[in-house]
């Protein structure tokens, strides 16, 4: 089985929409699983999960990053999207980088 872990990064305000992702992960790896891939869910979360050195270490283990924002990138935010963005330029973890704001920000980068 080929594993893909997603990381799911977002403020608790997020909450309900990490929960949705989650879920439709869990649909997903119903239709993916005949094919050999399962998806993984990590989650960290500033609140609650470390500082950003940990976010880092989590993010090194994954090959999908999403971040979710309801405002404005605030320092943490900005510190997470710009370790992720700049991981990916790199060519490490994540190979797959989204982020989405109630907002303005809309970015996906495969590589």
Do not use: Q
């Amino acid at each position: 089985m080929n594993v893909i872990k997603i990381l799911i990064v977002g403020a608790e305000e997020m909450h309900d929409e990490k929960l949705e992702f989650s879920n439709l992960i869990m649909a997903l790896n119903k239709a993916l699983a005949p094919r050999g891939i399962e998806l993984e869910r990590s989650k960290w979360t500033p609140e609650t999960d470390g500082t950003i050195e940990d976010y880092c270490a989590r993010l090194g283990e994954c090959e999908m990053c999403m971040t979710l924002y309801w405002r404005e990138l605030e320092k943490n935010s900005e510190d997470e999207f710009s370790t992720a963005y700049r991981n990916l330029k790199d060519g490490k973890n994540p190979k797959h980088f989204t982020s989405s704001s109630k907002n303005r920000l809309r970015l996906s980068v495969w590589i």
